[in-house]
């Protein structure tokens, strides 16, 4: 009779078992560290700004957004404060130009309009 071969490593419990409150096997339910309360994700201003403003530019604040969350849970701390200022800047960036360019169709429309002759 042979002998059974032992599981592959991480696969079955330590000696001892977990520790409490570990959620098993250090995948779902595994506690995390705590690092506080995330920063803002910007995610309401990106999607204004896209729909009200600069689609492009709204676009990439969605994504940079998106990103703030999923670095923050990942343990990428650093990472999700940049993508939370990317956002912002982003959202800014995307007002901006549309402000720009209801100011320049505005003075467009206004010299137009006291240049042309009845």
């Given at each position: ?26 995948g ?80 467009f ?10």
């Amino acid at each position: 009779m042979s002998a059974i071969p032992p599981p592959p490593n991480g696969s079955y419990p330590p000696p001892g078992g977990f520790p409490p409150g570990n959620g098993g096997y250090g995948g779902f339910g595994a506690m995390q560290p705590n690092y506080g309360t995330p920063p803002n994700n910007y995610l309401v201003w990106a999607i204004l700004t896209t729909i009200l403003c600069c689609l492009p530019f709204g676009i990439v604040s969605i994504i940079k957004a998106a990103e703030v969350n999923s670095k923050w849970a990942g343990g990428d701390i650093t990472g999700a404060y940049a993508s939370s200022a990317a956002a912002k800047k982003w959202a800014i960036v995307s007002a901006g130009v549309s402000a720009g360019v209801i100011a320049i169709y505005f003075l467009f429309g206004v010299t137009m309009g006291v240049n042309s002759s009845f």
